[in-house]
């Protein structure tokens, strides 16, 4: 079935430094990629976004990559800030029989970032 | 608040009572879908509609579970018998357009506590 699998599990950064996040995942037929930053207690919010037809986007700190023939996709945040610190979650949505639109979500990574 | 909105976002029940919980998602939206993410996991997919019709049901979606959009608007989500294990977040997300490359705002969650 579909998975998609999310790496590390917990990240530590000194602020100003870089970190990345890496997610596979196993439908071919993926072609689109969001991921959510969700703070302790609060909903999932949509930080950045990339579709299978680009490689790369970028938002201020924040970019993706996506390489289709891996299967793989990763976030990196540069400059880290601490009010980066969450819990960020990689997705993939594949087209499906019914063209839902149903995210199928990694397992999440607790970044956190000391000042 | 032009939001996804929840309610309750807190529900404390015994087992074998039944819970019912509401999703308003944004204004003219026509899609919406409900998740449920249990603590140190990522939102797994339980459901799907697009206006009034649910065109989708995850396997985890069990025959307790049961839910409805009867306008295209507002939707609910019923757990009959409840159990333990059905203690986890339940979030509702909202989204306009067709494909898969549509934003999903999420609302709140509901917090589910079975004793």
């Known amino acids: 079935g579909e998975n998609v699998e999310q790496h590390p599990s917990t990240l530590s950064v000194q602020e100003g430094d870089s970190a990345v996040i890496k997610c596979t995942y196993s439908d071919s037929a993926s072609n689109y990629f969001p991921w959510y930053k969700q703070e302790l207690g609060k909903r999932p919010q949509l930080i950045i976004d990339i579709r299978s037809n680009v490689g790369e986007k970028k938002d201020q700190r924040i970019a993706v990559t996506l390489n289709k023939t891996a299967k793989h996709f990763s976030l990196h945040i540069t400059e880290t800030q601490p009010e980066d610190s969450a819990v960020y979650f990689c997705?993939?949505?594949?087209?499906?029989?019914?063209?839902?639109?149903?995210?199928?979500f990694g397992q999440g990574t607790t970044l956190q970032v000391k000042p | 608040d032009t939001g996804v909105s929840q309610n309750p976002r807190h529900k404390i029940t015994k087992r074998g009572q039944n819970v019912t919980f509401r999703c308003d998602p944004i204004s003219e939206h026509n899609r919406l879908y409900w998740y449920r993410q249990t603590l140190g996991q990522g939102p797994e997919f339980l459901t799907y509609f697009q206006n009034e019709a649910q065109l989708e049901k995850s396997r985890l979606l069990s025959d307790r579970f049961s839910a409805e959009r009867p306008k295209g608007s507002f939707s609910t989500l019923e757990i009959q018998r409840t159990e333990q294990g059905d203690s986890a977040m339940y979030l509702c997300?909202?989204?306009?357009?067709?494909?898969?490359?549509?934003?999903?705002?999420f609302g709140p969650g509901t917090r589910l506590t079975v004793l």
């Open positions: 997300a909202s989204s306009l357009g067709r494909g898969v490359y549509n934003e999903q705002f």
């Open positions: 997705a993939a949505s594949s087209p499906g029989s019914s063209n839902t639109g149903k995210l199928i």
